[in-house]
């Protein structure tokens, strides 16, 4: 069966949370991490593969900086399937109710191929449009379309797979999700290095290969899942008769899902015109942007996992009948998750130089490394309060609490972030009829300045949410 709570289990003692927060959140931990080395792999893939012209290295980082922010809104488009999901069988399980444990997971997994394919069709219809509006041009444009089409054509399989892992992980089960999507990792640098580079007589692909190469390891990962659940792992077994759509189940899925989907879309529409105003700034700045990204993600990851194991806790000490439980739940994953996160902090500070340069060591891409090692020191300071923002957003959509978040997304992104990057980053902000604003022309270090901003505010109001206690009477 699933690894729920035994706090649930009147006879005998409840285990010190700390351990269950652990428990969940160390294999979510390792998973995000492997994810993380199949990205810094790419990274470094779109550095050394060889080009007729190697000064147009700075465009391919810079396309690849605008892709990952668009196969990042993907994770955000799976929200969409796996919130709903993890607190619905979270309480389900919570409650003792397997049967309707098993029948939300169908359920689940009817949705998610559904919002797949609809996000398949979106996205190669809307690529060149997107990729435009991000103000990404010439070369950059081009390479960013050809590396993201592959990965919308297998984006069914993607959602698919978050869908299952997160039903598991409402089962209380990080450990399946942590060793398919370590599977995937694994297949994924072998895959992109072969695609790219080539093997034996086979031409490589080179920027394409690294793109492929993770959306056909989403494809077996997504197979995998599926394999594992028709055959029964952690109390859940997904079932042929359960694939029915049931409107009741699927309401309640959607009734969480829904508006974390548009809290997590809306954010990740807020970042894509954050990139643009950060694509303005030139291709040395969006490449910059693009690394210092990639390093940020180590903390950002970190504060992701203990968010896994806050929504789970959450979600099934409220199922249990147990509120004063779940607040606590909530408080030790931040304590921990926010410790592991200062941490990062102070690598990002001491460490920024050599970080850049593990990517960036050509002479001819210095002006890179001097405009992004400021801004992963600036970051360092934002820890602890993104730590508060990812982690009770997380706490708060276990509770099924996921409308009110949507408005502090709102106004951390168009109340702080969104004006202030444009007037840390321009010379001037013209507001039309009302005249000029000067500004602080700060380039990308007054973007990042923005980004820390909105950090600290948001942070802040996710902490009064959860500590306010109103989540604890919301029903799933």
């Not at 997994?109 to 398949?120: Q, Y």
């Not at 993770?214 to 659940?229: D, F």
């Not at 968010?307 to 249990?320: D, K, R």
């Amino acid at each position: 069966m699933g690894q729920t709570d035994p706090g649930q289990d009147a006879d005998r003692p409840p285990r010190p949370i700390g351990r269950w927060v652990l428990a969940l959140a160390l294999p979510a931990l390792a998973q995000q991490y492997l994810h993380l080395i199949v990205r810094l792999s790419d990274q470094y893939l779109a550095g050394h593969f060889e080009l007729p012209d190697p000064t147009t290295r700075s465009a391919y980082f810079a396309a690849l900086t605008t892709a990952g922010y668009l196969y990042w809104f993907v994770s955000s488009y799976t929200v969409l399937v796996s919130v709903g999901s993890t607190a619905l069988v979270a309480r389900l399980v919570g409650a003792g109710d397997w049967e309707s444990a098993q029948r939300a997971t169908a359920q689940a997994v009817l949705l998610a191929i559904g919002f797949g394919v609809l996000g398949s069709v979106a996205g190669l219809l809307g690529l060149p449009w997107l990729v435009a509006a991000l103000q990404l041009t010439g070369d950059s444009a081009a390479f960013c379309i050809r590396y993201l089409t592959p990965l919308a054509i297998l984006l069914a399989f993607q959602v698919t797979e978050a869908g299952c892992i997160a039903c598991l992980a409402g089962a209380g089960d990080t450990r399946t999700g942590l060793k398919v999507l370590g599977g995937v990792a694994v297949l994924n640098v072998p895959l992109a290095w072969s695609l790219c580079f080539g093997v034996g007589p086979i031409p490589g692909l080179g920027f394409v290969g690294i793109a492929l190469g993770t959306g056909l390891s989403h494809l077996v990962g997504c197979l995998t899942v599926l394999a594992l659940l028709a055959r029964g792992r952690s109390g859940l077994k997904l079932r042929l008769a359960d694939l029915v759509p049931d409107r009741s189940l699927l309401y309640r899925i959607l009734r969480v899902s829904i508006p974390a989907g548009i809290d997590s879309l809306s954010v990740a529409v807020c970042q894509l015109w954050f990139l643009g105003i950060v694509n303005g700034l030139g291709e040395e700045a969006g490449a910059a942007h693009g690394v210092a990204l990639q390093w940020e993600a180590l903390g950002y990851l970190a504060g992701a996992a203990f968010g896994t194991a806050a929504m789970t806790l959450v979600g099934q000490n409220l199922g249990a009948k147990a509120p004063d439980r779940a607040a606590r739940s909530g408080w030790v994953a931040f304590a921990i998750g926010g410790g592991v996160m200062t941490f990062m902090g102070v690598m990002f500070f001491a460490l920024a130089r050599p970080m850049f340069q593990v990517f960036l060591q050509e002479p001819y891409l210095e002006p890179v490394v001097e405009k992004g090692v400021p801004v992963l020191r600036l970051i360092a300071f934002a820890m602890p309060a993104l730590a508060s923002q990812i982690i009770f957003t997380s706490a708060l959509r276990g509770a099924g609490d996921a409308r009110v978040p949507v408005l502090f997304s709102w106004i951390g992104f168009l109340g702080v972030r969104i004006p202030l990057a444009y007037l840390l980053t321009r010379p001037a902000v013209d507001l039309g009829p009302l005249g000029t604003l000067p500004g602080a022309n700060l380039g990308l270090f007054g973007a990042w300045v923005a980004m820390v901003a909105d950090i600290w505010v948001r942070g802040l109001f996710f902490l009064a949410r959860f500590t306010s206690g109103r989540w604890k009477r919301i029903e799933v």
